[in-house]
């Protein structure tokens, strides 16, 4: 494929070129984040968005876009593109002829004999972005007009003009700062070239975000435009815009974009792309790493930390980030979801996925001595506030099996007007998968380091889960596994949550079980872009994932297709098949190079739609989608 460039025609088409969007981070939180012509169709577009501190450290967009104007002869092409109601103004993408995502976000416009070239930079663990203008082609003496756009507003909202905001700027060495509200930090707009700052403040009202709109939520803001620089710019002539929460030496503004130019990656094939997008999900700030789970609008989670960590380190080869990550999730995990009385409500799954993430450690090479070392009593923690009844809505029965007492406790957990979409409770198939695994795992690492109180003490309990997982989550025969298991008995839906059992390393399932879940769900769940999270068949399948909220949140966890379930049946299809399971994998994982650049590009959607086209949703860049497809690369190598 012609990696991540676009041309005029496709471009010019708003239809098309509104659909891809690009997300550049700073490897510590802050991000950039846009359609490929500059036009923001979400309120969680915009060129610098930045977690702040003073307000529990949640993403806000300070600087939402920068207009930039060419004149020539006293006449002024406006190159920027506002969506308003009923219609675009500007329309500068009519100038656009070319997009690449690089090692920079890279658009060109040409008007008459002015070619120029704008390239977009985030500078790594700074809140800054730097905007380079190079002039092409110009025949006559030229004028750049920049023009930004700011919001100064949480990302999750929308802003209106209003009596409170402090539209005062500052001069400061070539530009301004400015800091529209009362705890944020100010931001400093600077130019490595002198610029004259025109003065001209006004709001621009009712900006429409096409996104926000067609979901049939608020969608309309009103901008601060503080007013514009102006600087002459000559043919061959770069210069360098830097917006930022800190004010920085003119002087430097070239030198540091050269030198974060260096350490970007190339574009320039599929598992370049990939590689990209995996570290743009790790955040760093002082000793903590963490990873976001998706872009544009996703923060931090354990669930996704421990699912998609394997995939964004270890397949990658980098076993310093997964400590790292490790090492800064326990506490959050003892916190949320294993303290008594502050224990998450919907996370009966969470700590359990800890054990599976260390095992994909321990594969990669560590020793079962250092893992219990290092993590065992935390391992020992878990386990034991599970089996002494201390994990709010969950219960340990005689039978050795986890009984979820409230729905919305599992990775299924979106709600509507509070109340859980999808039932699922009792003895649910994953969870005591899980649980299963856990223990076995927890028992394999203490032998060996010959921890005679906790062997003691576990020893028993792995067969009696087996036995009574047998017993009471399947059927047929042995030849099917219930989704879950409650006062009704067993729920025969069929969706991907009984792969877990054939798939994780330790498993109650004999290989013929295995088989015929792998079967099943290859026949009803497997699509190009994921498995389905229930069966066509169902009465309540939503095959598309479009329309008003409840249409929506119903359709997220009763059909959307999850790329990051592949990875999981890529492990157990490939365990059971060995080699002659290689060429389907391998057909999977080659169908998701045409993604990078159908949403968000470089990188693979959070959803697809269960129904062909199988159309991408949700967020544009997702850590465990981009993980488990690294992952099943790894396999397959």
């Given at each position: 494929?012609?990696?991540?460039?676009?041309?005029?025609?496709?471009?010019?088409?708003?239809?098309?070129?509104?659909?891809r969007?690009?997300?550049?981070?700073?490897?510590?939180?802050?991000?950039?984040?846009?359609?490929?012509?500059?036009?923001?169709?979400?309120k969680?577009?915009?060129?610098?968005?930045?977690?702040?501190?003073?307000?529990?450290?949640?993403?806000?967009?300070l600087?939402?876009?920068l207009?930039e104007?060419?004149?020539?002869?006293?006449?002024?092409?406006?190159?920027?593109?506002?969506?308003?109601?009923?219609?675009?103004?500007?329309?500068?993408?009519?100038?656009?002829?070319?997009?690449?995502?690089?090692?920079?976000?890279?658009?060109?416009?040409?008007?008459?004999g002015?070619?120029?070239?704008?390239?977009?930079?985030l500078v790594?663990?700074e809140e800054r972005?730097?905007?380079?203008?190079?002039?092409?082609?110009?025949?006559?003496?030229?004028?750049?007009?920049?023009?930004?756009?700011?919001?100064?507003?949480?990302?999750?909202?929308?802003?209106?003009?209003?009596?409170?905001?402090?539209?005062?700027?500052?001069?400061?060495?070539?530009?301004?700062?400015?800091?529209?509200?009362?705890?944020?930090?100010?931001?400093?707009?600077?130019?490595?070239?002198?610029?004259?700052?025109?003065?001209?403040?006004?709001?621009?009202?009712?900006?429409?975000?096409?996104?926000?709109?067609?979901?049939?939520?608020?969608?309309?803001?009103?901008?601060?435009?503080p007013?514009?620089?102006?600087?002459?710019?000559?043919?061959?002539?770069?210069?360098?815009?830097?917006?930022?929460?800190?004010?920085?030496?003119?002087?430097?503004?070239?030198?540091?974009?050269?030198?974060?130019?260096?350490?970007?990656?190339?574009?320039?094939s599929?598992?370049?792309?990939?590689?990209?997008?995996?570290?743009?999900?790790?955040?760093?700030?002082?000793?903590?790493t963490?990873?976001?789970?998706?872009?544009?609008?996703?923060?931090?989670?354990?669930?996704?930390?421990?699912?998609?960590?394997?995939?964004?380190?270890?397949?990658?080869?980098?076993?310093?980030?997964?400590?790292?990550?490790?090492?800064?999730?326990?506490?959050?995990?003892?916190?949320?979801?294993?303290?008594?009385?502050?224990?998450?409500?919907?996370?009966?799954?969470?700590?359990?996925?800890?054990?599976?993430?260390?095992?994909?450690?321990?594969?990669?090479?560590?020793?079962?001595?250092?893992?219990?070392?290092?993590?065992?009593?935390?391992?020992?923690?878990?386990?034991?506030?599970?089996?002494?009844?201390?994990?709010?809505?969950?219960?340990?029965?005689?039978?050795?099996?986890?009984?979820?007492?409230r729905?919305?406790?599992?990775?299924?957990?979106?709600?509507?007007?509070?109340?859980?979409?999808?039932?699922?409770?009792?003895?649910?198939?994953?969870?005591?998968?899980?649980?299963?695994?856990?223990?076995?795992?927890?028992?394999?690492?203490?032998?060996?380091?010959?921890?005679?109180?906790?062997?003691?003490k576990?020893k028993d309990?792995?067969?009696?889960?087996?036995?009574?997982?047998?017993?009471?989550?399947?059927?047929?025969?042995?030849?099917?596994?219930?989704?879950?298991?409650?006062?009704?008995?067993?729920?025969t839906?069929?969706?991907?949550?009984?792969?877990?059992?054939?798939?994780?390393p330790?498993?109650?399932?004999?290989d013929?079980?295995?088989k015929?879940?792998?079967?099943?769900?290859?026949?009803?769940?497997?699509?190009?872009?994921?498995?389905?999270?229930?069966?066509?068949?169902?009465?309540?399948?939503?095959?598309?994932?479009?329309?008003?909220?409840?249409?929506r949140?119903?359709?997220?966890?009763?059909?959307?297709?999850?790329?990051?379930?592949?990875?999981?049946?890529?492990?157990?299809?490939?365990?059971?098949?060995?080699?002659?399971?290689?060429?389907?994998?391998?057909?999977?994982?080659?169908?998701?190079?045409?993604?990078?650049?159908?949403?968000?590009?470089?990188?693979?959607?959070?959803?697809?739609?269960?129904?062909?086209?199988?159309?991408?949703?949700?967020?544009?860049?997702?850590?465990?989608?981009?993980?488990?497809?690294?992952?099943?690369?790894?396999m397959?190598?």
């Amino acid at each position: 494929m012609n990696y991540l460039k676009f041309d005029k025609a496709k471009l010019v088409n708003t239809e098309y070129s509104l659909k891809r969007e690009f997300v550049r981070t700073n490897r510590a939180g802050s991000f950039a984040s846009s359609t490929i012509i500059n036009c923001n169709t979400r309120k969680y577009h915009g060129l610098l968005i930045c977690p702040i501190d003073n307000f529990g450290g949640e993403n806000h967009v300070l600087l939402s876009t920068l207009d930039e104007t060419l004149i020539q002869h006293g006449s002024s092409f406006n190159l920027g593109i506002h969506k308003f109601p009923g219609m675009y103004s500007p329309k500068g993408n009519k100038y656009v002829r070319g997009y690449e995502m690089g090692p920079t976000s890279s658009i060109t416009y040409r008007i008459g004999g002015m070619v120029l070239k704008k390239e977009l930079l985030l500078v790594e663990k700074e809140e800054r972005i730097l905007v380079r203008y190079t002039l092409l082609e110009a025949n006559s003496p030229t004028i750049l007009r920049l023009q930004p756009f700011l919001a100064f507003r949480n990302s999750h909202s929308l802003t209106r003009a209003n009596l409170n905001a402090n539209t005062r700027s500052e001069i400061i060495n070539n530009g301004i700062k400015i800091k529209l509200y009362d705890g944020f930090p100010y931001l400093h707009m600077q130019s490595s070239k002198e610029s004259e700052f025109i003065h001209v403040p006004d709001w621009y009202y009712n900006v429409e975000y096409k996104e926000e709109k067609k979901n049939d939520l608020e969608c309309n803001e009103d901008l601060f435009v503080p007013g514009y620089f102006e600087m002459k710019i000559k043919k061959g002539e770069t210069i360098i815009f830097s917006a930022g929460t800190k004010e920085i030496d003119p002087s430097t503004i070239v030198k540091l974009f050269n030198s974060e130019l260096k350490k970007k990656n190339n574009f320039n094939s599929f598992e370049n792309c990939l590689e990209n997008a995996a570290v743009q999900f790790f955040s760093r700030k002082g000793k903590e790493t963490k990873i976001i789970n998706g872009f544009p609008w996703f923060s931090t989670s354990e669930r996704n930390t421990y699912l998609a960590l394997p995939g964004l380190t270890l397949a990658r080869g980098d076993k310093k980030t997964f400590k790292e990550v490790m090492d800064t999730s326990v506490a959050r995990l003892n916190n949320r979801y294993l303290n008594e009385e502050k224990s998450d409500k919907r996370a009966a799954d969470v700590p359990l996925w800890f054990f599976w993430s260390l095992q994909k450690f321990h594969e990669s090479g560590a020793s079962n001595a250092s893992i219990w070392k290092k993590y065992g009593k935390q391992m020992e923690f878990i386990l034991d506030t599970y089996l002494d009844g201390k994990k709010q809505f969950v219960e340990v029965h005689d039978n050795g099996l986890l009984w979820i007492t409230r729905h919305g406790s599992t990775w299924m957990n979106t709600k509507f007007n509070g109340i859980p979409v999808t039932e699922r409770k009792g003895y649910v198939v994953e969870i005591n998968a899980l649980w299963y695994n856990a223990i076995c795992f927890a028992l394999e690492l203490a032998k060996d380091s010959k921890d005679k109180a906790f062997i003691d003490k576990w020893k028993d309990l792995p067969e009696k889960i087996k036995i009574s997982f047998n017993e009471i989550l399947t059927y047929k025969n042995g030849k099917a596994v219930y989704d879950y298991y409650d006062e009704n008995g067993g729920n025969t839906r069929v969706r991907p949550n009984q792969l877990f059992a054939a798939s994780l390393p330790y498993s109650c399932l004999t290989d013929e079980t295995k088989k015929c879940i792998l079967d099943e769900i290859e026949r009803e769940l497997l699509t190009p872009r994921g498995l389905r999270t229930i069966s066509p068949d169902s009465s309540i399948y939503k095959g598309t994932f479009k329309g008003f909220e409840a249409h929506r949140k119903i359709a997220y966890h009763q059909g959307c297709a999850f790329p990051w379930l592949l990875g999981h049946f890529a492990e157990a299809y490939l365990k059971l098949h060995k080699s002659g399971g290689h060429a389907l994998i391998q057909k999977l994982y080659d169908g998701f190079e045409v993604c990078l650049s159908e949403h968000g590009l470089g990188t693979i959607s959070e959803i697809y739609d269960g129904n062909p086209p199988h159309k991408p949703s949700g967020a544009t860049s997702y850590a465990l989608s981009v993980a488990e497809i690294i992952r099943i690369n790894k396999m397959l190598k």
